[in-house]
């Protein structure tokens, strides 16, 4: 069975920092390229980082870049989103996806955690 697992969300003021995990299991993650995304209410999703299969390579947005960082640990199946100088524009649902595309593609979500910044 799928599972990806998200946590650390929660309330933070503006300028604070958190720290999104996310474990995966019942796929091989390190083939996977992983991906952290977000949504508020009536909002399309929002592709807010990239990392790849080997770490090797990330990208973000011009609304996150030198703020948030992607790392993950292939020995843990786990991939994490640092998040500092938060803005209230942060704020969102916060969900953690899996993407191979090759041999074929397949994808996976998490169920998403809470980002609230607010003072």
């Keep these: 069975q799928v599972q990806l697992v998200e946590s650390g969300g929660g309330l933070v003021q503006p300028g604070g920092s958190l720290r999104l995990s996310c474990v995966a299991s019942g796929f091989p993650f390190r083939q996977y390229t992983m991906n952290w995304h977000r949504q508020t209410p009536g909002q399309e999703r929002e592709?807010?980082?990239?990392?790849?299969?080997?770490?090797?390579?990330?990208?973000?947005?011009?609304?996150?870049?030198?703020?948030?960082?992607?790392?993950?640990?292939?020995?843990?199946?786990?991939?994490?989103?640092?998040?500092?100088?938060?803005?209230?524009?942060?704020?969102?649902?916060?969900?953690?996806?899996?993407r191979q595309f090759a041999p074929e593609f397949r994808e996976y979500w998490g169920q998403g955690t809470q980002v609230t910044v607010s003072s």
């Design 47 to 98: 592709l807010v980082a990239t990392i790849t299969s080997t770490g090797g390579l990330t990208n973000y947005p011009d609304s996150v870049k030198g703020r948030f960082t992607i790392s993950r640990d292939n020995a843990k199946d786990t991939v994490y989103l640092q998040m500092n100088n938060l803005k209230s524009e942060d704020t969102a649902v916060y969900y953690c996806n899996a």
